[in-house]
């Protein structure tokens, strides 16, 4: 049967308070596991942080997301060589690279996923800002080129980098959708044309969180189309520290970035448990 995995952000974690207090790493998965996440997301460019949260993670059968941020081909051999070792759900490429010609994309893309098909895990390219990705129109240009391109969708980042009006057009739905039509996993938050993560349990910020559950839904119903009977899709409640987290003037959020992942969490949970649109 297919299903769907709530990982939380390690990155997320971060309270970056006034204070100065943070938890350590153990903490932080404690919480996640007693708070019944099915594992988390996190950088793979620290070897140790690695493997420390694969074993605290392992025994409770929880997966990982791991995240990469090649500039070259073969800056990704390392990360897949330690995700390989580590054990985890999918990798997660942010292309840090900036190219303002398709072209210059092409050798980049086909190398990594060379290297990709070496691995037993799913290898995805995330949607992001200030990344080969950070277009919406160059990501689509991308996806002719590729048509099999499988995609990581943070939508966030293309709502706020194209500053989309409401009510959104049917041309930037029929955008977005195709984005969908490729994406595989998802980060989850929620932005608004200005800013790129509101806090959602703000009354005013339903219209934006109502647009991004929208989207979620078409693609959760597309992944199911294309995925496999028994696979599962991961989503990533990613509501991220400062300066992603809108702060006050005493320098903190706004908000318990905790409490409105759980709560991102049953929003989305509704949606993967509600019936096929009409």
């Known amino acids: ?26 903490q932080n998965i404690e919480m ?9 997301s996190m950088s793979f460019t620290d070897a140790d942080l690695a ?12 997966v990982i997301e791991a995240q990469c941020f090649p500039r070259t081909v073969d800056d ?6 330690l995700a390989s070792a580590a054990g985890v759900h999918h990798l997660d490429i942010q292309a840090d690279v900036r190219p303002r010609r398709l072209d210059d ?8 996923r060379r290297l990709a098909e070496q ?12 990344r080969m990705t950070t277009d919406l129109y160059f990501t689509l240009d991308l996806l002719d080129r590729f048509p099999d391109l499988k995609l990581l969708g943070d939508l966030s980042h293309f709502l706020v980098g194209r500053e989309f009006a409401t009510p959104i057009s049917a041309e930037n739905h029929a ?24 806090e959602i349990a703000f009354a005013h910020h339903r219209i934006w969180l109502d647009i991004f559950l929208g989207w979620w839904k078409y693609g959760f119903e597309s992944w199911r189309r294309r995925a ?12 991220g520290p400062q300066p992603y987290a809108i702060t006050g003037p005493d320098g903190n959020d706004t908000t318990d970035r905790w409490q409105e992942a759980l709560l991102l969490r049953e929003h989305v949970r509704g949606l993967w448990n509600s019936p096929p649109a009409g």
Not at 119 to 130: G, N, Q
């Open 76 to 81: 990704l051999a390392p990360a897949l060589e």
């Open 1 to 26: 049967m297919q299903n769907l995995l709530f990982l939380q952000s390690l990155w997320a974690m971060e309270r970056r308070h006034t204070d100065g207090a943070e938890r350590t790493l153990e």
């Open 32 to 40: 996640i596991v007693d708070a019944g996440y099915d594992g988390v």
């Open 228 to 239: 496999g009977p028994d696979d599962s899709l991961a989503f990533v409640c990613e509501l």
């Open 119 to 130: 691995v037993d895990f799913p290898v995805y390219f995330e949607t992001h800002r200030d």
């Open 105 to 112: 994309c092409i050798p980049l893309i086909e190398g990594w």
């Open 175 to 198: 955008y977005i959708n195709r984005i969908l039509d490729h994406c595989w996993a998802f980060h989850g938050r929620v932005a608004s044309r200005e800013q790129v993560q509101i």
């Open 51 to 62: 493997h420390r949260a694969s074993a605290l993670l392992k025994p409770h059968g929880k």
